[in-house]
């Protein structure tokens, strides 16, 4: 079946350090990517997204993502954390050709002052 | 206010009721979509409307889900005889063209459960 894989669903880690979370997907032919955050209490909003060109993509908030299309993954990093971060990460994928978006399980990430 | 709004924010029913939950996004948006997110999954897309048309509905998941839009703004998704595993976030968004390039600004979301 057709689907997004997030690893490592919780993530804990002090202020200063690196993060890098893993998305994979399965569906072939052209996709768009994109990775959105939920803030405690908030919605979840938009932090990034690939369509074409350059397959690293800058996004909101010192975040960033490589997508390697013959691994299928748009990994997201940031160099440097804080506590502000803390948050749940969803990667998202939409197949060429219809709107919806089809959500990885998530990462729970807490970042520790 | 500016974003798009969910209501009620927290919907408790009887197994067998009917409930009905609204979403109403942001002026001038075209496209509503639903999404149903199970405790610990990410969010699963139920169905997508451009303006009044319902344009996709395979998400939904039995045919006691129902959606509406009839005037191209406010939208409607009905339960039907719910059971337990109807239990979960409902969450709502809208973009304001068609097309996946156009940005999804997500409600905070109705909780329903379902006992």
């Known amino acids: 079946a057709q689907s997004v894989s997030q690893h490592n669903h919780h993530v804990i880690l002090s202020e200063a350090a690196s993060l890098e979370l893993g998305c994979n997907y399965s569906?072939?032919?052209?996709?768009?990517l994109f990775w959105y955050v939920q803030y405690p209490g908030q919605h979840l909003q938009l932090l990034l997204k690939?369509?074409?060109?350059?397959?690293l993509v800058k996004g909101i908030k010192g975040f960033e993502a490589e997508f390697i299309k013959s691994k299928f993954s748009f990994n997201l990093r940031k160099p440097s954390v804080q506590w502000s971060d803390t948050a749940e990460y969803f990667c998202?994928?939409?197949?060429?050709?219809?709107?919806?978006?089809?959500f990885g399980k998530g990462n729970q990430v807490v970042v520790i002052p | 206010g500016a974003g798009v709004s969910q209501s009620p924010r927290y919907k408790v029913a009887k197994r067998g009721q009917d409930v009905a939950l609204r979403c109403d996004p942001i002026?001038?948006?075209?496209?509503l979509f639903w999404y149903q997110q199970a405790l610990g999954q990410g969010p699963e897309f139920l169905t997508y409307f451009q303006n009044e048309a319902q344009l996709d509905k395979s998400g939904l998941p039995s045919d006691r889900f129902f959606a509406e839009r009839p005037e191209g703004s406010v939208s409607t998704l009905k339960i039907q005889r719910t059971q337990q595993e109807d239990s979960a976030v409902y969450l709502c968004?809208?973009?304001?063209?068609?097309?996946?390039?156009?940005?999804?600004?997500f409600g905070d979301g109705t909780r329903l459960s379902i006992l």
């Open positions: 690939y369509f074409s060109g350059d397959p």
């Open positions: 002026s001038g948006h075209v496209s």
């Open positions: 968004a809208s973009s304001l063209l068609r097309g996946i390039d156009q940005p999804q600004h």
């Open positions: 998202a994928v939409n197949p060429y050709g219809n709107n919806r978006l089809a």
């Open positions: 569906y072939g032919g052209t996709v768009n």
